[in-house]
């Protein structure tokens, strides 16, 4: 359908550089800024997304990361929309092992490059959101791949 208004999008890339695959999604409004209860659903998706960020570093068992953002979305009734594991490894494509959801016990280690992709999937009003981001795990933390401003 041709977009209105209003409607919420998720703009979704994954740009190859010499075999090795990224990621990014970005949520936007088409015309603008969005409704007061738009703004209120991309707050908390963003707060969650943002505590899935802080959260990873080199030492950190998956589950943490994941834990971070759907214990907030639990708080805020959007838990059950968050369908699967909020991180996952990247590298020649870009969903790659391990996952990182609810139960990983994988450790995240220095060299990974590791997609924080926190979402919500399947509300009555706001069928689909998500951001998502890749970092590359360093000794003492991690470094974000994109330039690209985290909240528009």
Known sequence: RI???GDMVIVSLSPMYQGYTGAI????VVGGKPSNEQKKMLDILYTAYCKA???LGPGVKGKEVDLAARDYLDEN???KYMLY???????LREF???FFGPNSEYVIKPNMAVAIDVHAYGHPKFPGMRYEE?????KNGKKQLSKCPRYV
């Open 25 to 28: 999604n970005r949520m936007f």
């Open 77 to 79: 009734g959007l838990g």
């Open 3 to 5: 977009f209105k208004k």
């Open 96 to 98: 790659e092992q391990p």
């Open 134 to 138: 890749v970092f590359i795990i360093t």
């Open 53 to 55: 960020i802080d959260k």
């Open 85 to 91: 594991g909020g991180a996952h490894s990247i590298g």
